[in-house]
């Protein structure tokens, strides 16, 4: 599904990943943990295209396609999806509105027709259900005035709407409640199959209670440190990343 | 010979042509004596600073077209707003064309402004009502001296026009290059209500200016509801001069929509003579190239519990300049006025510039006023978000323009016209998604 070979990436000059190599197969999670300022993110906003981080060396394959000129809805179209840590509040667009242009817009791109507007509002209502959100929800203006917890809910539900090959979430589980995080964890996993892969990048280890990881990577200082399977993530819980940092000599 | 020497001697050979005895004689001698004092205006005026005319002042521009000439409906229908059942004022070159005109006399008047000035039955009106609002500056007392044909607007007492009332101008080219100097007269008497659409269409690439007038009345609990549609081609300038007078408790909302023109500049005064008056306006601007739009409003507070609302967006490509000068003056017995003015702007190209300066004058002490300018760019975290979605950078842009703009059209209570205003912003911004928002 994914393969990245040895990626440097950097804003204005800065580098902030610095040889990054990863495979994620099709069915599997892939958990990545580490410090704050290590990378994630922006590993994250690379790999669905942002243009303020230059690939200065390295690759990403995306199901064997080098992924790397593609503008970020190219690589939508392609299956990939983000979740953001920080969605984006776009007042004057609903959220329905907002869905029905990326997946006729997903559709056109693929040289399909518009979605028929009853087997859009189907799917809709089927997907909202799914993530117990409110109907009133899906007229207000994308994210405007939402909560922390009612903002990543709709990610998931934007995730669960476009059925990427490959999503990632950022940071997913920052300001959720308990009940918001298991209905998120839930949807995420309704969403798993054996075609798709999901990256779940995190500071903690409480998400993956939920959403149980095959692999887990450590990421420092723009590198993968260290991986392993999930109790791994349980050891960084308990003993923090400072462990991690003197392993590796930092 | 400049174009200010030509109309005062042009004004001479007209003036042999009128009937002493009509009631607006004296006004007209009175107003291009006005004219031959102000000349056009120039950038040395404060409320001219940004604005300059000498381009377009520059062309030959015949002031009495030499020809009459017609149009097919299915020629020019685009550009009505075909899909209602509406009564229809249309001009060609000036003149009236009566094949594409659907007027009425029936319970009220919807007529030309050449019959209004000419026929008895109408000179009370005429005499109460014209010219009464229009200040006295040169491009206002320039088109009273050359008024001659427009649309006359009638509405009595109690009546509730059930269908929008369409005014278009069409210039054919005819002429190399044509001056038009409508003028128009809306008088709604009280608990009236009515729908007005105007627009101005060249239909060649000769170059046309029109310096418009229109006086608008609205008495006692009166509504009024202006939309004026500005998509012109780029070698047609309007100076469009609309002046509103309110009666208590009346309402009146103009909603200016300016995709394209040359250089288009609108005088848009509201007077508020009476008690609870709301007065809107609201604007949408989006232009490229070299295009030029400036919104001069201003709003004049007389009297107690009354409301004023200004909403102006604009979106700037290319090297196109924007002006916004919007007054709002507050009486000293204006007491309990509630004042609200915003104009938001995008710059989208480096080159482009909008200058935007809100005056506001209060002498009352329990008001409450409000105003705010902002000039920004498109919100790049926005971008990646959109098309981190599947869409493409283009429709990413023009999805967050119109988001942007789109509370200028909540407003807009005819459903047609705000179909006929998303597909031309969708045209302009080159997108082809159905912006139902």
């Known amino acids: 599904m994914l393969k990245i070979n040895n990626l440097h990436a950097s804003v204005e000059d800065k580098g902030i990943l610095k ?36 690939v200065t060396e390295g690759n990403i394959l995306l199901e064997g396609e080098d992924i790397e000129e593609l503008a970020a809805e190219e690589r939508a179209h392609k299956g990939v999806f983000l979740s953001f840590q920080y969605p984006v509040e776009i007042p004057g667009v609903s959220v329905t509105n907002f869905m029905k242009t990326a997946i006729n817009e997903t559709r056109k791109a693929k040289g399909l027709e518009d979605m028929p507007a009853k087997d859009m509002l189907k799917l809709i209502r089927e997907k909202s259900e799914m993530l117990e959100i409110d109907r009133k929800f899906l007229s ?34 920052s300001g959720l409640d308990i009940d918001a995080l298991r209905i998120v964890a839930n949807g995420v996993n309704k969403l798993k199959s054996k075609d798709n892969a999901v990256i779940v990048i995190t500071h903690y280890q409480r998400l993956l209670d939920y959403i149980v990881p095959d692999y887990v990577h450590v990421l420092h200082n723009g590198k993968i440190v260290k991986s392993g399977t999930k109790e791994l993530a349980h050891e960084l819980e308990a003993k923090g990343y400072d462990w991690i940092k003197e392993e590796v000599g930092a | 010979m400049s174009l200010k020497e030509k109309l005062v001697s042009s004004f001479m050979a007209f003036e042999n042509t009128l009937d002493v005895d009509s009631p607006i004689h004296d006004i007209r001698t009175e107003a291009i004596k006005t004219f031959e004092t102000e000349g056009f205006p120039t950038k040395r005026e404060e409320d001219w600073k940004y604005t300059s005319l000498n381009s377009v002042l520059k062309h030959d521009y015949s002031v009495f077209p030499k020809h009459e000439n017609a149009l097919e409906f299915k020629d020019v229908k685009k550009y009505f707003i075909h899909e209602i059942d509406s009564y229809k004022i249309i001009f060609i070159d000036g003149k009236y064309s009566s094949h594409l005109s659907q007027t009425t006399h029936d319970g009220l008047d919807v007529c030309l402004m050449s019959a209004a000035l000419n026929k008895p039955k109408y000179r009370l009106i005429i005499e109460n009502y014209f010219n009464k609002i229009a200040p006295k500056n040169g491009l206002s007392s320039l088109n009273t001296a050359f008024s001659a044909e427009g649309a006359y607007i009638h509405i009595p007492k109690n009546k509730l026009v059930a269908k929008p009332i369409q005014i278009i101008h069409f210039s054919t080219g005819n002429e190399a290059a044509l001056m038009l ?39 006692k609990r009166a509504i009024v509801d202006y939309y004026k549609i500005q998509n ?35 005088n848009l005064n509201f007077y508020q003579n009476g008690e609870r008056i709301d007065s809107t306006m609201k604007g949408i601007t989006i232009i490229g190239n ?32 924007g002006v916004f000068n919007g007054k709002v003056v507050v009486e000293k017995e204006a007491q309990k006025t509630n004042a609200f003015q915003a104009n938001n702007n995008i710059l989208i190209s480096d080159k482009a510039s909008i200058n935007t300066k809100p005056q506001l004058e209060i002498f009352a002490d ?8 902002t000039i920004g760019q498109l919100d790049e975290s926005a971008m990646f978000y959109l098309r981190s979605r599947g869409i493409p950078e283009k429709e990413a842009r023009a999805l967050l323009m119109f988001a942007f703009s789109n509370n200028v059209l909540d407003s807009v209570k005819i459903p047609e016209i705000k179909n006929r205003i998303t597909k031309i912003i969708a045209n302009k911004l080159g997108v082809n998604i159905g912006f139902d928002l």
């Open chain 2, 290 to 321: 070299k295009q030029h739009v400036d919104h001069n409003t201003l709003v004049h507070h007389i009297e107690p519990n009354c409301e004023s609302h200004q909403d102006y967006k604009g979106i700037f490509d290319d090297s196109s300049t």
């Open chain 1, 19 to 54: 040889g990054i190599n990863l495979e994620v197969k099709a069915g599997e999670v892939h958990a990545i943990m580490g410090p704050n300022g290590s990378g994630k993110s922006t590993l994250a906003s690379v790999i669905a295209g942002k243009e303020e981080y230059e």
């Open chain 2, 366 to 373: 329990d008001v409450k006023c409000s105003h705010g300018c």
């Open chain 2, 181 to 219: 100097q409508p003028r128009n007269l809306v008088v709604v008497d009280e608990n009236s209500h009515v729908q007005i659409i105007e627009r101005h269409q060249s239909l060649t690439d000769n170059p046309v200016l029109t310096n418009s007038v229109t006086e608008i009345f609205a008495n």
């Open chain 2, 232 to 266: 012109d081609n780029e070698n047609a300038s309007l100076i469009d001069n609309t002046f509103v007078n309110q009666k208590q408790e009346s309402h009146a909302k103009v909603h200016t929509f300016s995709f394209g023109g040359k250089l288009i500049r609108n």
């Open chain 1, 140 to 173: 207000r203006s994308l994210n405007e005035g939402f909560s922390g917890g009612e903002k990543k809910r709709n990610e998931i539900f934007q995730m669960a709407m476009l059925e990427p090959k490959l999503a990632i979430l950022d940071e997913t589980d």
